[in-house]
């Protein structure tokens, strides 16, 4: 890889100073080397493409490392990008901005790689559209490879869609914040320590039985004392995204009804939260969903025996 900031001009012959041919590869160029020479204290290389011969090391009195020898990995890898601000995208392995060439894939975004190669304590990663890094001056841009599966070819999942609700405040409400939690679909079953969502405030969950919401791993009854605790906002459903992350920017515009069966392509947990990359049964719908909104087709979604609310 040509590590010189101002790139290099290629020799018809292993000579510093024999003629310059009009070819030069640029700073973070990936050259192979089909042939080596030691001479003048450097090492020169004979290119395969660009053709021409080149030197590692500057000769004479101010010497400076010019190329260097690394290995290029090839495979399939993927990638998370975990800088705030993203990871921009180059068209060599360089760190310049002169090799920038997109803004590259936000935060959140899981990145098919099929080649790295590592430059010091950088490692630069091939992806679609040019190059990624994984760190610069220490600040980490990129984690992985990140540990991923696929079930076999066909495998149906069923969608278990949540809705939204809005959280109203009842004649029975009292003092009270808002619409208290409980441990399970029992209106006794309390939790330690009161939590409560906020009258007037929106939750999402999915439906357990006809009388409570089930909001990660806490339950809200859908009646209090005979009224209306949570008015239901949309259908039940999954909204696809475009990348495991849930993110505005990732939402996508397809929508998977409750219930809808889809196919699983690929499998990853990132940051505590497993995910699914899933397709629809006709393949004109794809993108990712949390692994916890998806079901067996033929099992119903393992829940507690649900009780009806008081009132």
Same mark, same amino acid.
């Given at each position: 890889?040509?590590?010189?900031?101002?790139?290099?001009?290629?020799?018809?012959?292993?000579?510093?100073?024999?003629?310059?041919?009009? =070819?030069?590869?640029?700073? /973070?160029?990936? %050259?192979?080397?089909? @042939? #080596?020479?030691?001479?003048?204290? *450097?090492? &020169? !290389? +004979?290119?395969?493409?660009?053709?021409?011969?080149?030197?590692?090391?500057?000769?004479?009195?101010?010497?400076?490392?010019?190329?260097?020898?690394?290995?290029?990995?090839?495979?399939?890898?993927?990638?998370?990008?975990?800088?705030?601000?993203?990871?921009?995208?180059?068209?060599?392995?360089?760190?310049?901005?002169?090799?920038?060439?997109? =803004?590259?894939?936000?935060? /959140?975004?899981? %990145?098919?790689?099929? @080649? #790295?190669?590592?430059?010091?304590? *950088?490692? &630069? !990663? +091939?992806?679609?559209?040019?190059?990624?890094?994984?760190?610069?001056?220490?600040?980490?841009?990129?984690?992985?490879?990140?540990?991923?599966?696929?079930?076999?070819?066909?495998?149906?999942?069923?969608?278990?869609?949540?809705?939204?609700?809005?959280?109203?405040?009842?004649?029975?409400?009292?003092?009270?914040?808002?619409?208290?939690?409980?441990?399970?679909?029992?209106?006794?079953?309390?939790?330690?320590?009161?939590?409560?969502?906020?009258?007037?405030? *929106?939750?999402?969950?999915?439906?357990?039985?006809?009388?409570?919401?089930?909001?990660?791993?806490?339950?809200?009854?859908?009646?209090?004392?005979?009224?209306?605790?949570?008015?239901?906002?949309?259908?039940?459903?999954?909204?696809?995204?475009?990348?495991?992350?849930?993110?505005?920017?990732?939402?996508?515009?397809?929508?998977?009804?409750?219930?809808?069966?889809?196919?699983?392509?690929?499998?990853?947990?990132?940051?505590?939260?497993?995910?699914?990359?899933?397709?629809?049964?006709?393949?004109?719908?794809?993108?990712?969903?949390?692994?916890?909104?998806?079901?067996?087709?033929?099992?119903?979604?393992?829940?507690?025996?649900?009780?009806?609310?008081?009132?």
């Amino acid at each position: 890889v040509v590590v010189d900031p101002g790139g290099l001009s290629l020799r018809a012959a292993p000579d510093y100073r024999g003629e310059k041919l009009p =070819r030069r590869v640029e700073e /973070g160029a990936i %050259v192979t080397a089909l @042939e #080596r020479r030691q001479g003048d204290g *450097t090492v &020169f !290389l +004979r290119l395969q493409e660009p053709q021409g011969w080149a030197f590692d090391v500057q000769p004479g009195g101010a010497s400076r490392l010019r190329m260097l020898e690394v290995r290029v990995e090839r495979g399939h890898w993927r990638y998370a990008i975990v800088a705030s601000q993203g990871a921009p995208l180059q068209s060599r392995c360089s760190l310049s901005d002169r090799c920038r060439v997109a =803004r590259g894939p936000p935060k /959140g975004s899981l %990145v098919a790689v099929t @080649e #790295r190669v590592g430059v010091g304590e *950088t490692t &630069f !990663l +091939r992806a679609e559209g040019g190059w990624l890094f994984d760190r610069r001056q220490g600040r980490q841009l990129l984690e992985g490879p990140v540990p991923t599966s696929a079930p076999p070819p066909g495998t149906l999942v069923r969608v278990q869609g949540e809705q939204s609700f809005a959280v109203l405040k009842g004649a029975a409400a009292g003092r009270a914040p808002g619409l208290r939690f409980r441990c399970s679909p029992c209106e006794e079953d309390l939790l330690d320590i009161a939590q409560h969502a906020p009258w007037g405030s *929106t939750v999402q969950g999915t439906l357990v039985g006809e009388d409570w919401l089930r909001v990660g791993e806490r339950f809200l009854p859908l009646r209090v004392g005979g009224e209306a605790a949570l008015r239901k906002l949309d259908e039940a459903g999954v909204r696809l995204l475009s990348q495991p992350i849930d993110a505005q920017w990732a939402a996508t515009k397809f929508f998977l009804l409750d219930k809808a069966q889809v196919q699983v392509t690929l499998m990853c947990q990132l940051e505590g939260i497993r995910w699914a990359h899933v397709t629809s049964i006709g393949g004109n719908m794809e993108g990712w969903v949390q692994q916890r909104l998806l079901v067996e087709p033929s099992s119903a979604p393992a829940e507690p025996p649900a009780q009806a609310a008081g009132g």
